[in-house]
């Protein structure tokens, strides 16, 4: 098979005389339209990736998310299980260590979002010290993508019960554009329809013009096909022939990216069992199709906040999750509590492999969820250990199902051996978006202040943000 030398644009379309008009069809995803390497259109503009960011507050039970073994052949552990369906695309993250400057409680753990230290601490008032890492890659697909998407990002929110001790933003907001332009969640499904579909409309039934279209563009194909490569050839020809088979059935085919229906569900506030699940569900469903539809590519989900007063009710608790996580006697009910938040982030990670995208991929294909808390271990607010798990490819700039552990796990719950840095994690995921980055966060070292969980014999110094990625999460396909 060839590949011609011809190009295209994405934008390009067969045309055809139809009555005193022109006719257009748009053309499928062909290597004329793609660089050399095939990752990014001939003109640069990259092949559409998305994130999710999707946090769980409190942590996890350590002994029951990490796996045993590393590499491509880990089991998934209990607090892994939800995601059994999307193993295949499953990456976890272990050992690291967060070195925020400062211990106070939840507030340190959301470094592991930004890479960078709280700013304006007073006791339990903080801002985020600087912008997230979906409002970085938000930064880069505006600056990159032409057309960009319609909606920059979107802040997702299930849970409405927040900390009632905490104060500032860190731990109001997973999404910050910088310290003091934090990005709160929107917690009613029918408000994140409107904002992602409000302006779509119903387009009226043009059957038989698709018809006719599809006549008066042959002529056109012909001559566009003695210009392509043997493999662009090919795509074509199956590109019309599948456009002939549907003539009959055109009148009812619905348009590409159809909106969904304006959801009944508005997740109410001061109700005493939070509808979580059917929330989850809704909000996932509307932002996977904005995904399809390229309505937007960055989104982050806060399932539960950290400190929030959350109580699981549809799996039998009547204790706030938050306060099981500080009970030495109540570890069981947290590690239930956190399989039943990744049951519900499974329900978006299905959902996206589900569905494919306009380049034909689907959405864990050329997308990432990237899970994670504001601490490792909610009993003693640990942030050594602090755990990612990356769901999703991004068109293999990362690896498909991998464990990387920094070092083995040893030591008790408060005094977690640890070793790098989770803004290396971050970095990795910045560069696989925009491989001209050259660090995420705070590169500056600054002395360590009060009681550090973690390294037994930690620096006197050390910097949150990171200019290094981790090799073994890096795909065929990384451009970094």
Known sequence: MSRSRFSLSRRAVLRGSVGTGVACVGLPLLEAMLNTNGDALAGGTPLPRQLVVYFIGNGFRLDQLEPATTGASFDLTPELNPLMGVEAYTKVVTGLQNWCAYQVT??????????????????????????????????????SSDPSPLIRSVQIGISRRTSIMDS???????????????????FNPQEIFQLLFGEFEDKPDDGELRLAI????????????????????????????????????????????????????????????????????????????????????????????????????????????????????????????????????????????????????????????????????????????????????????????????????????????ASGNTSDVLMTVLKAFNPEATSVGDMTARNLQGGWYGTGNPPNQAATGSNKVIDELLGPAFGG
């Open 168 to 186: 500032g933003t860190t731990m109001f907001a997973v999404s910050h554009r910088s310290t003091n332009e934090p990005l709160f969640p929107k």
């Open 214 to 417: 599809i006549d008066s563009v042959r002529e056109d194909a012909n001559k566009l096909r003695a210009r392509l490569g043997s493999v662009d050839r090919e795509r074509l020809d199956a590109h019309l022939d599948g456009l002939a088979q549907l003539e009959e059935k055109i009148k009812t085919l619905p348009p590409v990216c159809q909106p969904p229906e304006m959801p009944s569900q508005t997740n109410p506030e001061g109700v005493q069992n939070e509808p979580l699940t059917d929330v989850n569900e809704v909000m996932a469903e509307l932002l996977v199709q904005a995904l399809k539809c390229d309505v937007t590519r960055v989104a982050s989900v806060q399932f539960i906040g950290g400190a929030a007063e959350t109580v699981y009710t549809e799996i039998g608790q009547n204790n706030a999750h938050h306060n099981n996580t500080h009970n030495g006697g109540a570890q069981a009910e947290v590690h239930e509590g956190v399989v039943y938040a990744m049951g519900q982030v499974a329900t978006l990670a299905n959902k996206m492999r589900e569905t494919i995208d306009p380049t034909g991929k689907n959405l864990l294909e050329s997308g990432l969820i990237m899970v994670g808390s504001d601490c490792s271990e909610g009993l003693t607010h640990s942030v050594s250990r602090q755990p990612y798990i990356l769901i999703g490819n991004l068109r293999d700039s990362l690896v498909g199902k991998y464990h990387y552990q920094s070092v083995p796990k040893s030591g008790n719950d408060g005094s977690l051996t």
């Open 106 to 143: 939840h507030h340190e753990g959301m470094t592991a979002f930004n890479g960078y230290t709280m700013a304006e601490l007073s006791g339990l008032y903080s801002k985020a010290g600087g912008p997230t890492i979906d409002q970085l890659v938000a930064d880069h697909i505006e600056a």
